[in-house]
């Protein structure tokens, strides 16, 4: 079995805490997908366009000093006789390029950040219905769909503000720099610089402290969520037991936490802006002094004068904004970081390499030898081993906990045995897809879990490709047809969370139909009839047996009642086949399914007895 950790809250487990550059590495090929000359074209097309509009940005103040300087009256000079003309024309061009170049950017890049969401949501979606029913059984449904959401969300985020805000204002402050070095001086360079880089690692160092409130916040986020959600889905249970006000105090001690997070997260928040802030008003009075110095001296002119406080009115949007990109790439990357980690955890059950699929010429099922269990200190199966025949019925009865529904389990291969095997038709079930295996087996659970849509759907999710008539025609022989259009909506009636608007035969009878249109060469009902009342058990029982005429059928029972027709009975006891037989032959045994038989037939006289005393 597989070694990885067992999930945290959430869902979220396993592989260790994974650095801002592996996240970053794992949403490259997204971003810069093989096999996509299109999108590749559209990325390199969007950072020309990116450095065309930094490039027009930095050369507006410059085109505006000249025309401040055309039209300054020179000394010795008369009053201006001419408009600038083509100056003030280059100068609007500009500012039209820099727009330009930026929406065309957007739009171009647009396509590829989508899809990017898109793909990295999608293959988060299908690893995790891939990953083992052990991570399933551990997961927080609310914490998981709150990591995605935010995951997908952070990676818009991260491309939106990293390529498109980080990138430009870089660069747009490099070439202001290199520009104001040749146009005014090294020392309004030198104070620019300097200024860039206390306002950058200011940023840096208090942005990275200021993380854990963001890391805190979407774990007491998460938390909160989490509660809600279950509390939800066990709504009735709530009620059951009138604990709506300690669920209620539950999820306000979670959103206390939450609320604490957020306060601190706020307040730093405050504290950088201020500071940064600060950083830019020092470097602002400095370049500006010792402009109004050089126009005093001679040295720099009127339209060198504007063009540096340009510049630094120019700067100071994005610089400003850059710290706010940091903040927000910083928690986008920990936004995604969880999602990445769901990415990184290793299927339990995977397809061999070279698997082929599933022959089912006939459809015999043989355990051998097989032993299994869930923990090293957990033993379930010891060395089950038993055929089903093609074509025949075979029932598993015996005790709550003896390994019944384990078998159903690893016949499906949501678990892998750690001795023996499983063989349908001689072919190891390990060797095939797990696709074509659970194509060729139908199960009818004890626990029919609907999905939130209408009854044709749930129907039709036995084969999604089954027409209107196929699916009625399946509603027939499961005994539902008749209930359904009796309905003020028919098949388009929405049958509520996990199908709570239906009754247990009604959910059961769906569940018939929808294994019906499967049409499986291998049927397996778990317990399928237990949670029901006789009478509606009966009726299912009889379609039950209708559908399994001719099929491999492995029926795993408590109700012994539901099984003496069975070819062969195996009753299991602590893991092992304790006896075997048909029904008549364990009778007259008088063993473990004797001693059963009397007990659950007691309990049904007693049963019956109830009502009339």
């Known amino acids: 079995m597989n070694s990885t950790p067992p999930p945290t809250a959430g869902g979220l487990s396993g592989p260790p805490a994974r650095s801002h ?27 020309a366009a990116l450095i065309l509009a930094k490039v027009a940005t930095v050369y507006v103040p410059v085109v505006l000093s000249w025309a401040v300087d055309a039209l300054t009256p020179a000394e010795g000079r008369g009053a201006i006789v001419a408009v600038p003309v083509a100056i003030v024309v280059a100068y609007g061009l500009l ?69 498109f805000s980080t990138l430009p204002t870089l660069l747009e402050i490099g070439l202001a720099t290199v520009v104001l070095w040749v146009a005014l001086g090294w020392q309004f360079a030198l104070v620019v610089f300097l200024t860039l880089t206390f306002y950058v690692a200011f940023t840096l160092v208090f942005t990275e402290w200021r993380v854990r409130f963001r890391r805190t916040m979407n774990e007491t986020d998460q938390e909160a969520t989490t509660k809600a959600i279950d509390s939800l889905l066990n709504f ?28 601190k997260n706020q307040v730093t928040l405050n504290a950088l802006n201020l ?22 001296s001679g ?92 074509g025949h019925t075979v029932a598993i009865v015996g005790p709550s906990g003896a390994g019944k529904s384990t078998i159903s389990r690893l016949l499906f291969r949501f678990y892998d045995p750690q001795e023996g095997r499983i063989v349908i038709d001689g072919q190891d079930i390990a060797s095939v ?41 399946a509603a027939r022989l ?69 559908i399994s005429r001719d099929r491999t059928t492995l029926v795993i029972a408590h109700r012994l009642s539901t099984v003496v027709d069975a070819d062969e009975i195996l009753v299991l006891d602590a893991g092992r086949i304790a006896e075997r037989g048909t029904h008549a032959a364990l009778l007259a045994k008088d063993g473990l399914y004797a001693a059963m038989w009397r007990r659950q037939a007691e309990q049904d006289e007693a049963e019956a007895e109830a009502p009339a005393k």
Do not use: C
């Open 21 to 47: 550059a592996d996240t970053l590495r794992s949403l490259l090929p997204y971003v810069w997908p093989k096999g996509e000359p299109g999108l590749r074209a559209r990325v390199v097309v969007a950072l």
């Open 95 to 163: 500012r039209f390029a820099a727009s330009m170049f930026q929406e065309l950017r957007d739009a171009v890049f647009s396509a590829v950040a989508q899809r990017a969401v898109r793909r990295v949501g999608h293959a988060t979606f299908q690893h995790l219905h891939a990953l083992s029913l052990r991570f399933h059984l551990d997961r927080q449904t609310g914490g998981l769909s709150r990591a995605i959401e935010r995951g997908t969300k952070g990676i818009d985020t991260v491309l939106r503000f990293a390529l």
């Open 236 to 263: 009735e249970t709530v009620k059951y037991f009138g604990n709506e006000a300690h669920e209620a105090r539950r999820f306000d001690t979670a959103l206390a936490a939450y609320e604490r997070a957020a306060v």
């Open 275 to 296: 500071g940064q802030a600060t950083i830019i008003a020092l470097g602002l009075t400095v370049v500006m002094l010792l402009a109004a110095r050089g126009v005093v």
């Open 299 to 390: 040295s720099l002119t009127v339209g060198q004068f504007v063009m540096a406080n340009t510049f630094l009115i120019q700067l100071y949007a994005p610089l400003n904004f850059l710290g706010f990109a940091y903040r927000e790439i910083k928690q986008g990357l920990v936004d995604m970081e969880a999602m990445f980690r769901l990415l990184a955890v290793e299927r339990e059950v995977a397809d061999m390499p070279g698997a082929k699929p599933l022959a089912v010429p006939a459809g015999e099922v043989r355990f051998e030898n097989v032993r299994f269990a869930y923990r090293p200190d957990r033993g379930i199966l010891d060395g089950v081993s038993f055929t089903v025949p093609a």
């Open 433 to 473: 897809t797990q696709a074509s295996l659970r194509a060729a087996i139908g199960i009818v659970p004890q626990d029919t879990v609907l999905f939130n849509d209408t009854i044709a759907y749930n129907v039709r999710y036995g084969r999604i490709d089954a027409s209107e008539a196929e699916i009625e025609q």
């Open 478 to 546: 499961a005994r539902i047809h008749d209930f359904v259009v009796s309905t003020p909506d028919g098949y388009a009636t929405r049958v509520g969370e996990r199908g709570l608007k239906l009754s247990g035969g009604e959910k059961q009878r769906v569940a018939i139909a929808r294994t019906i249109l499967k049409n499986p060469p291998i049927l397996l009902f778990d317990e399928a009839t237990s949670a029901l009342d006789t009478q509606t058990e009966q009726a299912i029982q009889a379609n039950l047996r209708e």
